[in-house]
């Protein structure tokens, strides 16, 4: 049989009545809306009713419908009317399902947004107005105050607007200083403290200029205007001053008096050529701002003359042009010639620095014979004419009668006259124009510069040359040039310099050449036509003592030699006895005036070739002495009117072959003549003495002389082993670890000597020395430089190397050692303290006493749980502790039971 039942059961579910809050801020008259989300997750649609109560800025709808299964929204909205805290409650009472929600409303009002934000463009003391509305939401007539924090607004201090409506307020504006300007204009209601305000922001441009002025000036000059600065104020008033342009200079304040006035000085000084505008402006908070604008004119520099450089013909000579860089930046300077045929720039460009000076040189080459009585010369080479016109006659004698020779003299003559009054000719002939630039030329070349850049076709050169100060008045008669040095960046400097070609000295240069007894030694003479026209020459030997001999054709010795050719006049020397000959060769101009280049000849007769080498062998800081007995192959006294011989005196020199060890040598080689006159034939005897302070080997020449000019050369080989170590330097580190030993080493010399240190090849990586350079100071000073000698082991052993310091004239050695620090076993003997504090003890005898009763109340408390979670987790930790008990109990059971049986 079977029961069955049915239970009905009825449940009502009441909310919890919980009334959140809601807060609400916002600034004056804006409201801030906050929707409240309704969720109904039934199948009937709710019907809910809303009421608010408390402060009257919070609205919302009264009431609002929520369909089924859906979310609605109420709106509910916070709009003050001035600056408050209020609060209200919102009560929603479902009609469907008689709930009621309740909600604690909370606003804060602050100060209100500006009615609008304002942008206004206008120049600096042009007059602006601007209108702004004012309402009066009230029922009662409104004055307001007006209030601004920009200096450059005025209008009325009120303004009265009737209830109800909005009133119009115009605000004057006018900006005594340009740039961006912000601020606000406020309409306070005195009797409430309520206002309205709007934001204001001013684009003020620049005001129109004072006036406009003109400004010249050269190059890398100044020049100087003064403008004039009133205060109208009855206080002193400071204007900062603004200087926009190239190449201006002046104060950035300038301070005025109270109703007076000042000058404002101002300078311009040009770095490049060039045209710009520029301004400077003069600023005040009180009187404002005004400006001047300026039209800058950079003009090429008035070149600089440099003085007159004299040359003999067929030489050179040079001067140092010295040019500073004034401007911030590096710039290369290039420069150019026009008359690089005679006046050479060398380098040809140089690189300056910020704020830096460089130099160039100018090489200066005759072409031509400078003749002051003259009245030619004004192409690109310029001056002479005389030298130049009889050797041209001269050169063309050959092929023309000397009528014809003349006639084109006088051809020439007459074609520098009138190119000076109309067409003018440069270096290559070719027709000027008087603006610079060859007639017919489309244009130049950069580095063709003989055109553009020629002397002659600028007017300014004559100028400037004319009304110079201590110039040679017969200027027009030298060699000139124009020197240009040029960057993008930093424009163009000029110079002009000149030269006078003068005749050649008495003598040139003497040759020296040496040849041994009954030989015959060959060398050459060069001759170097200086003009840019052919030479007629004559050569010829003046040798009174018959020793020399010149290699030369016929019609070689009588020749006519090209524009700046070169010509090789070989000669040979072959002395018969030890004595020295002298003699000349001679180069002689067949034309008008007569030049005579000398080129003296000097020749030593040397003995016969010693084969012997004399070694000089020994440890460097040793020395070494030898006495040599010299036999003088060829040597013949002089004799006095009787036949009687004269005493030969002897002179030594030693010459190194090696130009290294010269200096070295001069210290560490030592000779002395001990016969150093000798009246008959007989060995000459020297002391050498050898003492080097460094290694060295090398081979060196003894030469000996007489004042005759006999002369004898005996090879030497000198040789000197490393020293002994000057001592051992001992280094202590761990693995991986940097140590660093420092030892102090004086100089020997009482001079300055530069030194490197330097370890061998065979010293390993580990070790480091500083400095390896550097300079040791006079022994004297008593300063002494110190070294710093680094180890750095990488693995465990000791090693060594070799530690080298060396100076041009002394050497020194020391043998570096890496080691590690010596371990040393600690020598305290072991103990074990096998007893337990009697805290411990105690601690751990009541843990084991007291195990059985925890767990007992452990697991009382897990039958005693109110729920399966809560008892699990007990049961969890009753169970480890437990565990971490007993074992502790364990512990000093066993620690107790040890401690007796060590007793």
């Known amino acids: 049989m079977i029961d069955v039942r049915i239970v009905s059961f009825e ?12 807060e609400f801020s916002s600034p004056a008259r804006s409201a801030v809306v ?144 340009s740039g961006f300007q912000k601020g606000s204009i406020t309409f306070m209601n005195q009797a409430t403290g309520q206002f309205y305000w709007y934001a204001l922001e001013i684009d003020v441009s620049h005001p129109k200029a004072q006036a406009t002025l003109p400004v010249k000036a050269f190059v890398r000059k100044a020049a100087g205007i003064d403008i004039q600065i009133s205060n109208p104020l009855s206080e002193p008033v400071e204007f900062d001053v603004t200087l926009d342009g190239e190449g201006l200079i002046g104060d950035s304040k300038i301070r005025v008096h109270p109703t007076q006035s000042r000058a404002y000085e101002l300078i311009f000084s040009p770095l490049s050529a060039g045209k710009w505008r520029g301004s400077v402006r003069f600023v005040n908070a009180q009187v404002g701002e005004f400006w001047y604008q300026l039209l800058l004119v950079g003009e090429p520099p008035a070149p600089t003359v440099l003085p007159v450089m004299e040359c003999a013909l067929g030489s050179s000579v040079q001067q140092t042009v010295v040019i500073d860089n004034p401007t911030s930046d590096e710039i290369e300077l290039t420069g150019v010639s026009s008359n690089s045929r005679n006046f050479e720039i060398k380098p040809p460009s140089i690189v300056l620095g910020a704020y830096a000076s460089g130099e160039f040189t100018v090489v200066y080459t005759p072409s031509d014979l400078y003749d002051a009585a003259s009245g030619g010369g004004a192409g690109g080479g310029g001056g002479g004419g005389a030298a130049r016109r009889s050797a041209r006659a001269a050169a063309s ?105 003068l005749p050649p000295p008495k003598h040139q240069k003497q040759t020296t050449v040496s ?95 010693q084969e012997m080498v004399y070694e000089f062998n020994c440890a460097a800081r040793e020395q070494v002495e030898r006495v040599l007995h010299l036999d003088l192959a060829g040597l013949v006294l002089d004799t006095d009117e009787r036949g009687r011989p004269l005493p030969a005196e002897f002179f030594h020199e030693i010459k190194c072959q090696d130009p290294q060890y010269a200096e070295f040598l001069k210290r560490a080689f030592d000779v002395h003549i001990i016969n150093s006159t000798l009246k008959r034939v007989e060995p000459l005897r020297v002391e050498c003495f050898f003492a080097p302070m460094r290694p060295v080997e090398t081979n060196a020449d003894l030469v000996l002389y007489t004042r005759s000019g006999a002369l004898w050369r005996f090879n ?56 390896t350079s550097g300079t040791l ?27 080298i310091i060396v100076s041009d004239h002394m050497q020194w050695s020391f043998v570096v050692t890496g080691t590690h620090p010596k371990y040393v076993v600690p020598s305290a003997q072991a103990r074990l303290d096998n007893r337990l504090s009697p805290m411990l003890m105690k601690k751990l005898t009541i843990g084991d006493n007291d195990d059985s009763n925890n767990n007992n109340n452990n697991n009382h408390t ?42």
């Open 862 to 903: 897990v039958g005693g749980g109110g729920g399966g979670g809560v008892g699990h987790n007990n049961t969890a930790s009753t169970s480890l502790s437990g565990t971490r008990l007993a074992r502790g109990a364990s512990i000093a059971s066993n620690m107790s039971r040890l401690t007796k049986q060590s007793q």
């Open 515 to 609: 040849g041994r007894v009954n030989a015959r030694t060959s060398s050459l003479v060069t001759f170097r036509n200086p003009f840019e026209y052919p030479l007629p020459i004559r050569v010829k030997l003046d040798d009174p003592s018959a020793q020399f001999e010149m290699y030369l054709k016929k019609e070689q010795r009588v020749c006519t030699l090209d524009a700046f050719a070169t010509m090789q006049i070989a000669f040979a020397f072959s002395p018969d006895r030890m004595r020295e000959a002298l003699a000349s060769i001679i180069v002689e101009s067949r034309a008008e005036p007569t030049l005579l280049w000398r080129y003296p000849l000097r020749g030593l007769p040397m003995g016969q070739a």
């Open 777 to 803: 100071a006079p022994a004297s000073s008593g300063d002494e430089t110190i070294f710093h000698v680094s180890f750095t082991p990488v693995e465990y052993g000791k090693i060594s190397g070799e530690l």
């Open 716 to 771: 030497l080989h000198l040789q000197a082993t490393p020293a002994p170590v000057d001592g051992t330097i001992r280094v202590e580190s761990n693995l991986g670890v940097t140590s660093v030993v420092k030892f102090r080493l004086k100089n020997k010399y009482d001079e300055y000597a530069p030194f490197k240190a330097m370890l061998s090849p065979d010293t390993p990586p580990e070790f480091a020395v500083y400095p």
């Open 34 to 177: 906050q929707e409240i989300p309704m969720v109904n997750n039934t199948d009937q649609d709710w019907h809910l009713k809303a009421q608010l109560s408390g402060s009257p800025y919070f609205s919302g709808a009264s009431d609002f419908t929520v369909s089924a299964h859906s979310t609605g929204s109420y709106s509910l909205s916070f709009r003050p009317a001035w600056v408050c805290n209020e609060r209200g409650v919102l009560k929603m009472h479902n009609v469907d399902t008689e709930e009621n929600h309740l909600f604690n409303l909370v606003g804060v009002g602050h100060e209100p947004f500006a009615e609008d934000h304002v942008k206004l463009e206008c120049r600096a003391h042009d007059e602006l107005e601007q209108v702004f509305a004012v309402p009066n939401p009230t029922a009662e007539d409104v004055e307001y105050t007006i209030e601004s924090d920009m200096a450059c607004v005025s209008g009325p201090s009120s303004l009265t607007v009737r209830a109800m409506t909005t009133g119009d307020y115009r605000l004057r504006i006018v900006p005594v200083l």
């Open 11 to 22: 449940c009502q579910v009441s909310s919890v009545s919980v009334a959140p809050t809601l």
């Open 397 to 501: 004698s050959r092929h023309r009668r000397r009528t014809s020779a003349r006639t084109s003299m006088h051809s020439l003559r007459a074609i520098r006259s009138a190119g000076s009054s109309r067409r003018l000719v440069d270096g290559d002939g070719a027709s000027i124009s008087p603006g610079g630039s060859r007639a017919g030329s489309a244009n130049n070349s950069p580095r063709d510069m003989s055109s553009a850049l020629s002397l002659a076709s600028d007017k300014d050169e004559v100028d400037v040359l004319a009304g110079a100060k201590n110039v040679d008045p017969t200027w027009h008669n030298m060699q000139k040039a124009r020197l240009h040095f040029s960057d993008p960046s930093f424009g163009e400097v000029v110079y002009i310099v000149l030269g006078k070609g």
